[in-house]
């Protein structure tokens, strides 16, 4: 099943007279259970890639499917809402609410939901636990470790079901024992059917994925599997 399909998508961005393509003709089909590590320079075009998929910004050219849905043809509303239904985030920095546990934290997508408050209260609880953290509900971000913070944001992402899970240097803030803990995680949500693209500077977090894409000047420069990716090094 196609997850996602980016058919010659351009991003223009106008400043002043000057025009900046910051993408430039991307191509690009992901099937559900893949999992894609985005590399490339600063400047590549890796965060405006990323704000597409996610429906945070829209293509100036180009069709975006997402689901077998025309992303390009809805409005603000409709985009909103496939944002909250359909996919799930994961930042370098956490973005946690500091004054709600991880519990309250972990619920808030959940307001999109027909969900009445227990089913909301049951499901978070759940998903907390399905990221090791069913001793922490209670627990306030600033009483969580680096690790437990990106655990709760993963469960957040999570609990919607999303069709892909979106994250952006998810280990960027963490330090190397505690990267591989969060990278040993997304194996494992990969490992039960999980779509997840992520965002990275590091070799290192890039093995953990199947598929390596390589963007240059704001187009898709090597797009192999991890294998053939690590071979041409
Ligand atoms: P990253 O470290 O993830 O690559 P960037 O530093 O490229 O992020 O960009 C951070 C934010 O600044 C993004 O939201 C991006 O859209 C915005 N941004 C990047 N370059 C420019 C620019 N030349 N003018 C305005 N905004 C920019
Ligand atoms: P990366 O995430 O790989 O660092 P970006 O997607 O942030 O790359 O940026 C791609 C190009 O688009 C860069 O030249 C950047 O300066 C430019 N850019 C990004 N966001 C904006 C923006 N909001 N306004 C103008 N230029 C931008």
Redesign the pocket.
């Known amino acids: 099943k196609v997850v996602i399909r980016l058919d010659n998508v351009t991003?223009v961005?106008?400043?002043g007279v000057e025009r900046?393509?910051?993408?430039d003709g991307v191509n690009l089909e992901l099937r559900q259970n893949e999992y894609v590590a985005v590399m490339?320079?600063?400047?590549?075009?890796?965060?405006?890639?990323?704000?597409l998929l996610g429906c945070l910004d829209r293509c100036t050219s180009g069709v975006y499917e997402l689901d077998g849905y025309d992303t390009t043809r809805l409005g603000a509303g409709g985009l909103a809402h496939i944002r909250n239904t359909r996919i799930g985030f994961v930042f370098q920095s956490f973005e946690l609410m500091g004054r709600s546990s991880a519990l309250k934290n972990v619920e808030m997508p959940l307001i999109y939901s027909r969900d009445g408050w227990w089913s909301r209260h049951k499901r978070a609880r759940h998903m907390l636990e399905r990221v090791g953290l069913g001793d922490r509900v209670k627990h306030r971000p600033n009483q969580l470790s680096g690790g437990e913070k990106q655990r709760v944001a993963i469960a957040r992402a999570l609990v919607c079901n999303p069709s892909i899970l979106l994250a952006d240097e998810p280990t960027g803030n963490l330090d190397s024992k505690t990267s591989e803990d969060i990278l040993r995680l997304f194996d494992q949500l990969h490992a039960e059917g999980q779509t997840i693209v992520l965002?990275t500077h590091e070799e290192s977090v890039a093995r953990h994925a199947k598929r390596v894409i390589r963007?240059m000047d704001?187009r898709i420069f090597t797009d192999l599997t991890s294998e053939e990716d690590q071979a041409r090094r």
């Open positions: 991003r961005y106008k400043v900046i393509h910051a993408l490339g320079p600063s400047g590549s075009g890796k965060s405006t890639l990323m704000n965002v963007m704001g």
